[in-house]
């Protein structure tokens, strides 16, 4: 089979074709359909993600969509033929998604929500697991709760809206003006975050209380801003990008709490494996029920255009999710190829 191969941080991949893997105990053959773009993706093969546990050489894509092949001893809920999705490796050694077929754990796997292409349904298990493990797992987010999402329109945000949504919160996001139409559509209120102090849209949308969820997607000052924007004494605040120095201060008085998500948490450690399968048959529930849309960029790449589809994704130019198809790789004489 054909898969990208990184050898050295910062360098080309290497595209070559290398032993198909065989489905061990608890495993299924997968042959990949399409792998999902993250920016954790840029970041280790930049050589800048250390907390992922990279391996080199390391074949990376963490996201995937495709159909079993074949199942391992012991997996009885997946059979050859089952179109499944879900966050299956790229890091800490565990083989990833840009290549035509991987042996993965049957516990990170659900069905593929029906609705969706593979393209689609490979856009969506890690903003979907990330936003969930926040709202849901961390802070019951609930009906009739203020929910603030930092980033709405983005990959994990745009997912966080819709699942809050689902549960019928009441849902603020912070975005661009240019995406107000976007948030609308969702159901959510945009918060024009530039020319609006936090004091502004606190009085705004809670009377001064508070909100009851914020989840920051952003990090660095809008993670501060989070801490003086939760509900007193209730108000809960999550974050996926919860590094670097902050003052508590304004949290503590207000008797808020705060919770830090790590979404790789059950790839890294090998604990926790099956709450991800059971988190995406959730997805799977609200996708097909229509109240979960992945935006997804309409640009095709391949493993050939990887080097395109990680510019995109840096340069910030796509619009929604990008996707690699892999099945449309070719399989020509050379097997070295170079890829930037």
Known sequence: ????????????????????????????????????????????????????????????????????????????????????????????????????????????????????SMREAAAVPLIFITAWEGLVDRANVSEGKSVLIHGGAGGVGHIAVQIAKAKDARVFTTVQTDKNDLIKKYGATPIDYKNTTVEEYVDKYTSGEGFDIIYDTVGGEILDASFKAAKQYFGHVLSILGWGTHSIAPLSFHGATYSGVFALYPLISGKARAHHGEILREATKLIEAGKVIPLVDQVHYSLETVVDAYNAQEKRTANGKVVIDIDEVTHESESNLLFS
């Open 1 to 116: 089979m054909k898969a990208l191969i990184l050898e050295h941080y910062n360098e080309s991949f290497q595209l070559k074709e290398i032993e198909k893997p065989i489905a061990s105990k608890g495993q299924v053959l997968v042959k990949i359909k399409a792998s999902g773009v993250n920016p954790i993706d840029l970041k280790i093969k930049k050589g800048q993600a250390g907390h992922a546990k990279t391996v080199l050489p390391a074949i990376l894509g963490i996201d995937m969509s495709g159909v079993v092949e074949a199942v391992g001893e012991g997996v009885t809920h997946f059979k050859p033929g089952d179109e499944v999705y879900g966050m299956t490796g790229g890091i800490a050694g565990v083989h990833g998604t840009l290549s035509e077929y991987a042996a993965v754990d049957a516990d990170l796997l659900a069905l593929k929500p029906k609705n969706l």
